[in-house]
């Protein structure tokens, strides 16, 4: 079963930027709607945004113009740009299919957010 790989998080001070990155292999992976979900701690995961196989986008009124979900189908990889980073943005985030169905979950990356 495909597992996505994300990479790109870190520390970033508010007010800054990251951009995440997830590759799944496999040449299904264009045919599927992506999401970028966090978790926070003491938290349940949760969907932020998400991109259709056309490119359609919807995000999470937290996030909404801020972050910006982007997708290259031919190199099997989702983006997530993430700009006016805020502590309450602080979680490991994860990629998988919208509805989380299609792929396992991978590892996530961790982004934190603090001065």
């Known amino acids: 079963q495909v597992q996505p790989v994300e990479s790109g998080g870190g520390l970033v001070q508010p007010g800054g930027s990251l951009r995440l990155s997830c590759a799944a292999s496999?040449?299904?992976?264009?045919?599927?709607?992506m999401g970028w979900y966090r978790q926070a701690p003491g938290k349940q995961r949760e969907l932020i945004t998400a991109i259709t196989s056309g490119g359609v986008t919807n995000y999470a009124d937290s996030v909404k113009g801020r972050f910006t979900i982007s997708r290259d189908n031919a190199k099997n990889t989702v983006y997530l740009q993430m700009n006016s980073l805020k502590p309450e943005d602080t979680a490991v985030y994860y990629c998988?299919?919208?509805?989380?169905?299609?792929?396992?979950w991978g590892q996530g990356t961790q982004v934190t957010v603090s001065s």
């Open positions: 496999g040449s299904i992976f264009s045919i599927y709607a």
């Open positions: 998988n299919s919208e509805p989380p169905v299609y792929f396992t």
